[in-house]
């Protein structure tokens, strides 16, 4: 019922129906410019995500901020047409950063869907499996990435996480291809 992102982040941080909030520093609601036409929904947030209660700020963060910035997409830009806006599928570290349960991720669903409509992104990019789960109903980014997909009637487009890039640098090349298919599409 929130009706803007300020209420929808207090809403979150209020939320006290989910067991991850009890071992997590922080709750992680967004970064970057929240009129971006771009929204990347990541998975979850790691160690450094949940020192600084931000989203993509460790080492896979900054893989994804130079990603972007290759195409001239960057979350500090103030023109929401260069602008990124990102959030993930749960707002708290999972312990040990495992994946989101299967429970977590359905319960925190409806805050995620809500963040969406909020932000009114003409893109959304699902970083890795958790958020094609949580968004597709769907896993196996391999199959996945660079296939475009729908939700809630917008855009989207499963990418590889930039944790896994920094695993396999020779996916590079895949990831370099979904970003010129998503600057095409921004393009068009």
Known sequence: SAGDLAELAAALAGFDGC???LGAASCDFADGNPEARVMIVGE???AEEDRQGLPFVGPAGQMLDRMFAAI???RSSPDPASALY???T???RPPGNRDPAPEELALLRPFLLRHIELAQPQVLVLMGNVACSALLGQR???KLRGTWAEVQGIPAL???HPAYLLRTPAAKR???ADLLSLKARLRG
Do not use: D, F, Y
Request: hydrophobic share 45%; charged share 10%; no cysteine.
């Open 19 to 21: 067991e991850l909030k």
């Open 86 to 88: 990102i959030t993930n």
């Open 90 to 92: 749960v707002p708290w």
């Open 174 to 176: 895949e990831a370099w």
């Open 158 to 160: 499963p990418m590889l």
């Open 140 to 142: 196996g980014i391999l």
């Open 44 to 46: 979850g947030p790691g």
């Open 72 to 74: 001239g997409l960057s």
